[in-house]
């Protein structure tokens, strides 16, 4: 018995792989057209530029960017170093409105320690104090009311004008006042609690009051009759005035208009009681009520009554109160920003 041995199949040429299939192979269209040339237009131009260079622009950039930033802090760096060793001040004041600089001459001296203030309007010394008409009111006659306003304008003087009281000798002002009144008033001297009706100065050497450049004065006066709380008929003399003091500040000029003034804006009732009211001792000139907002003075002097200038140092906490309002405008209230 003998195996049948399978046929071998012929190995397949290399030729057969590549034989010609029965319909031809077709060339697209497109293969066939000749290449045409395309001009980039700007936009892609621009864009194959950037992608080609994206990392170097980027590097430099960035590089001009941190010398420009460290060149502007070295400026600022040596304009503040520079404002602070000349004494000039580097942080805004506190609740203060940005004011024009101060008027100075060619020489660069102020022209004035009131130019480029309200209080340059302002009428100098007692021509500042005018009276009123006087007119009888109530059980007062015209006479008793002219010589009650003559009594308190020669008050005023005394207290917010007169030497003796600015370089703190009260008696001529004492004197004004009906005998009954001064010992209060004194006393008032004696804690410090004046400034509502009376000026004294500090004997500050370092910023003193400067007499020659003389006192700005505003201010109204009127009157009334009235009773008081014991039910006594009294002459009620109402002042609302605005008292302005120079003080002579090193280097004026290089502070801001007003930085060497203090401002003082009262209120005071005076009470003038009929004379068969009161006994003898009782008539006279009486403070019922007083009430001051006093700008740009220290604390520290004026809890004892007296006045020192109050004027901005570079990089220092203020230490003078802060007026609510604008205290040469007509919206002031009697006591607005006298705390410290």
Request: overall charge negative.
């Amino acid at each position: 018995m003998t195996d049948e041995q399978p046929t071998p199949r012929p190995a397949r040429r290399l030729d057969d792989l590549f034989a010609p299939a029965d319909e031809p192979v077709r060339v697209p269209d497109w293969m066939r057209q000749p290449v045409q040339e395309h001009e980039l237009t700007r936009a892609e131009r621009l864009r194959l530029t950037w992608e080609r260079h994206n990392g170097k622009l980027l590097g430099g950039i960035a590089a001009l960017l941190v010398v420009g930033f460290l060149g502007f802090l070295g400026t600022t760096g040596y304009r503040f170093a520079d404002k602070v060793n000349h004494g000039e001040v580097v942080l805004p004041v506190r609740g203060g409105p940005t004011t024009a600089p101060r008027p100075l001459d060619a020489d660069g001296n102020t022209l004035g320690v009131f130019v480029g203030t309200p209080a340059e309007q302002f009428a100098e010394g007692e021509a500042g104090i005018t009276l009123p008409a006087a007119r009888a009111t109530g059980p007062f006659t015209a006479k008793q009311v002219a010589d009650g306003l003559a009594k308190v304008r020669a008050t005023l003087i005394e207290g917010r004008l007169g030497t003796p009281m600015l370089l703190d000798d009260p008696d001529p002002f004492l004197a004004r006042l009906a005998p009954d009144a001064r010992a209060s008033v004194r006393d008032d001297l004696a804690q410090g609690r004046n400034l509502g009706y009376a000026t004294r100065m500090t004997r500050d050497d370092r910023t003193p009051w400067e007499p020659r450049d003389g006192i700005r004065v505003r201010g109204t006066i009127e009157y009334a009759s009235t009773t008081d709380r014991d039910g006594i008929r009294v002459l009620a003399v109402t002042t609302r005035f605005i008292w302005v003091y120079s003080f002579d500040l090193f280097q004026a000029q290089a502070y801001p208009p007003g930085a060497e003034l203090v401002t003082l804006r009262d209120q005071v009732v005076w009470h003038l009681p009929h004379p068969d009211d009161v006994r003898a001792g009782s008539r006279g000139l009486w403070i019922d009520s007083a009430d001051v907002t006093i700008l740009n003075a220290t604390c520290e002097a004026m809890e004892k009554g007296l006045l020192a200038l109050e004027f901005d140092r570079p990089l220092e906490r203020r230490t003078a109160p802060a007026p609510e309002g604008d205290i040469y405008d007509d919206s002031w209230r009697p006591g607005d920003g006298e705390e410290c």
